[in-house]
């Protein structure tokens, strides 16, 4: 199978190449300049041109991972934002029902797009009601791939993404929980620790991706990916403390940052229809991920 992993050099698309990558014949393409990969497409980070990279090859599979993924500069720069997670989705759309209709696509997605859930577990039906500029951008965008599905028969579906972490990973919880400990023993968190979130380690990412690519309608739907597993924010910070080479005490602001939801549990019974189940565990990945930090000296 010939895959085409849009954002390949970023974190989760560098896990597509890689793990797929051991059995199907993978097709990168990204803003990076990269003078030795082989199969690798470089596209104008300001002005991409996707037909120009379905023009070349004939891919069965399309992953897209590019894209912004940050709450706090979504506030700060909403026309990038935009223009990353909304209007290449589109271009890419546009590219596949022009050159390859028969190629499917994989947008990736995010929980962004529920806010503050209703309910728990947050099931795909649920209402939309983002906080941020990047949820309502990412909203967008699966209305644009639901467009593309129902009107013009392109083969194509979002995945959720919930809390992904694992080596590599250079932001969010548990990368700024790191630095800040590198820093000082003495480590103050924002929110009050109740916040709770849903983990998921980014093999399992891409196993998630597989199961999708191999049993998903690409009818324009949208799929939950992650462990359907609520874990409070205090928890996960203790466990990282057992686990974290240098010692470290902690404490709570009580604080709450704009454009962040306060409870998260996906219903992934949609996902594990196509298969998937979940392989490593947040003591594990936390493990793997740690060791990472250390080994990598960062």
């Not at 924002?190 to 980014?202: A, H, S």
């Not at 940052?257 to 003591?283: C, E, H, M």
Request: aromatic share 12%.
């Amino acid at each position: 199978m010939k895959i085409l992993v849009i954002g390949s050099k970023g974190f989760i698309g560098s896990y597509c190449t890689t793990i797929l990558g051991a059995h199907n014949q993978i097709y990168g393409c990204d803003v990076v300049n990269d003078y030795v990969a082989h199969n690798y497409y470089q596209v104008d980070a300001t002005n991409a041109d996707y037909k120009e990279v379905f023009k070349e090859q004939q891919f069965d599979v399309c992953i897209n991972c590019s894209g912004a993924a940050s709450v706090p500069d979504s506030f700060k720069h909403p026309l990038r934002d935009f223009s990353l997670n909304t209007v290449n989705v589109i271009k890419i759309l546009d590219a596949i029902k022009e050159l390859q209709p028969n190629c499917k696509l994989i947008n990736l997605s995010s929980a962004a797009v529920y806010g503050n859930p209703i309910t728990l577990p947050v099931a795909e039906d649920a209402p939309l009601l983002p906080l941020s500029p990047y949820g309502r951008h990412k909203k967008y965008a699966e209305e644009i791939i639901e467009e593309y599905a129902s009107f013009f028969n392109v083969k194509a579906c979002s995945i959720r993404l919930f809390s992904v972490y694992g080596p590599g990973l250079c932001k969010q919880l548990f990368w700024d929980l790191h630095t800040k400990i590198m820093q000082s023993p003495h480590i103050k968190l924002w929110g009050t620790g109740n916040e709770t979130r849903d983990f998921i380690y980014v093999d399992d990412v891409v196993n998630a991706i597989n199961c999708v690519i191999e049993n998903a309608e690409f009818k324009g739907e949208c799929i939950n990916v992650s462990d359907g597993i609520e874990t409070s924010i205090k928890s996960v910070v203790e466990l990282f403390q057992q686990k974290h080479f240098k010692p470290f005490d902690f404490s709570f602001d009580g604080q709450q940052s704009p454009g962040y939801p306060v409870n998260w549990r996906a219903d992934i019974s949609k996902l594990q229809a196509t298969g998937f189940k979940s392989r490593i565990g947040l003591k594990q990945g936390l493990q793997k991920y740690i060791a990472w930090l250390k080994v990598e000296k960062k």
